[in-house]
């Protein structure tokens, strides 16, 4: 079965134009003025944006398995969230266990997402352990479309050491991948919190303290000259401070080729969030942590200047209730994440694109072109193409609406944007040339199909 999208505004890789849009065989099949309609179904998107299918860099659906601390989203309702919200392919980080193959995890994670993705999903692979074994299997990561990875410079039971940082991004992009890195320096982490637990400082209010802006700084200024001797080009997760971007363009200016995301937490929400009363602050322990104002408008105009590549969510939600409470008598033993998979890109309309922070194009170049082309699934996806994928997102401008836990998809017992007011909301979701979502609602399940990437395509 065909549909025709008559009438939007679509969001090609040369620009917006007012035309329609063919469908047909799960693929973009034809693009113009005045289509003819034959037999198709037709959906009228006067007045709506038609924007590729977005794309979620950076989600931890179903972590800690089996723990007190698992996320409180599964495969399914993770990724169910995410197609609401207009997001058609998350990117998820497999993390093998202690010892285990790159192979093992993979293919756990295979089978957690199998069945149960509602949206499209690869995976990128943490690396803990680095030997001869882990080395060789890079090359049958690449086979299996795996070509992103994730080392750790925090948490002890994540951390690499520097050499082994150095080693596994020359492999990696020996293998034509890339790396990210989450940035902070885990001594000085490890240091901060024993500070401020010394001084009887256990409530939430001590997380942001613990792990200041200079942490990130200096992880970022050291993960940078690793990649710098290494010769690789290189994702930077997570980004949330001012000190970080000059660090960024410190490295960008001597040449380096580096790609950096940020996430809407750092954009939309500051250090005051610690400071609500009783245990409210857990809500907003994830790290990094949120930060100043003056780091909130440092990023926005990164994202003005292009200095910003991706936006992805860091999406790993815990319930409040009997989950972040783990650390109710001691702020390090909150677990560290929150939930967004469902809400970015209508954050990011709302007070990106009205706020007049950044262009429509510009969300579609963090939220889709951009991500599709670092991690290797330019043009199937992230793309209003003829032969692209035809995972399209038919976004409604002018929908007000009002963000509410409880009316929320994700599976999760609070949102940190409670209360919000937005304006544009996704509408009607095509997931691989079916309608998935229609105005809001979910009406296909467990659709999703694994997307094995290429290599990276770097851009700059
Ligand atoms: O607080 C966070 N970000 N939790 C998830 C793990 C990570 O560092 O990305
Ligand atoms: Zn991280
Ligand atoms: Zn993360």
């Not at 693009?31 to 931890?60: E, M, N, R, W, Y």
């Not at 995410?82 to 990117?91: D, I």
């Not at 969300?363 to 290797?376: N, S, T, Y």
Request: glycine letters at 10%.
């Amino acid at each position: 079965m065909s549909i025709l999208i008559q009438n939007g505004t679509l969001f090609l890789p040369e620009g917006p134009v007012k035309a329609d849009l063919r469908v047909e065989g799960g693929r973009i099949a034809a693009i113009g003025p005045g289509l003819p309609v034959g037999d198709a179904q037709v959906l009228d998107a006067s007045g709506k944006l038609v924007f590729p299918g977005f794309i979620d860099t950076h989600t931890h659906f179903e972590m800690n398995k089996g723990l007190p601390n698992e996320t409180a989203d599964d495969w399914f309702t993770g990724s169910r969230a995410a197609l609401a919200g207009g997001t058609t392919t998350v990117l998820d980080f497999a993390e093998p266990e202690r010892g285990a193959s790159l192979a093992s995890a993979l293919e756990t994670w295979h089978r957690r997402a199998g069945g149960a993705a509602c949206c499209n999903y690869g995976f990128h692979m943490t690396i803990k352990d680095w030997d001869q074994r882990i080395r060789a299997e890079l090359r049958d990561m690449t086979a299996a479309g795996v070509t992103s990875y994730k080392v750790y410079m925090a948490y002890d039971n994540l951390r690499l050491p520097d050499g082994v940082i150095y080693e596994v991004l020359q492999a990696v992009a020996e293998e034509g991948g890339v790396t990210g890195c989450h940035c902070e320096n885990g001594d000085l982490v490890t240091q901060g919190i024993r500070t401020q637990k010394a001084a009887g400082n256990l409530s939430p209010a001590a997380h942001p303290l613990s792990r200041p802006a200079a942490v990130e700084a200096e992880a970022v200024t050291r993960y940078l000259t690793i990649a710098e001797l290494a010769g690789a080009p290189v994702n930077i997760v997570h980004l949330s401070t001012a000190r970080g971007l000059e660090a960024v363009r410190a490295a960008r200016a001597r040449g380096q080729k580096l790609y950096v995301e940020t996430c809407p937490q750092y954009l939309l929400l500051d250090e005051s969030c610690y400071r609500l009363p009783g245990f409210e602050g857990a809500k907003y322990v994830f790290s990094p942590p949120a930060r100043s104002l003056a780091d909130q408008a440092a990023l926005w105009g990164a994202i003005r200047s292009g200095d910003i590549d991706t936006v992805g969510t860091d999406h790993c939600s815990f319930d409040f209730h009997g989950v972040k409470e783990l650390g109710r008598a001691d702020f390090s033993q909150i677990p560290n994440g929150l939930p967004g998979v469902e809400h970015r890109p209508a954050l990011l309309y709302t007070f990106g694109v009205r706020a007049g922070r950044m262009t429509a194009e510009d969300l579609v170049r963090l939220l889709a072109e951009q991500p599709a082309k670092l991690f290797g699934m330019w043009p199937q996806k992230g793309c209003l193409a003829v032969g692209s994928d035809a995972d399209l997102t038919i976004f409604d401008p002018d929908w007000r609406w009002t963000i509410r836990a409880s009316e929320q998809v994700q599976n999760v017992d609070y949102t940190p944007y409670e209360g919000l007011e937005l304006q544009g909301r996704t509408h009607t979701v095509l997931l691989g040339g079916e309608i998935a979502v229609r105005e809001g609602k979910v009406l296909r399940e467990r659709r999703g199909r694994y997307v094995r990437r290429g290599p990276a395509q770097f851009w700059r």
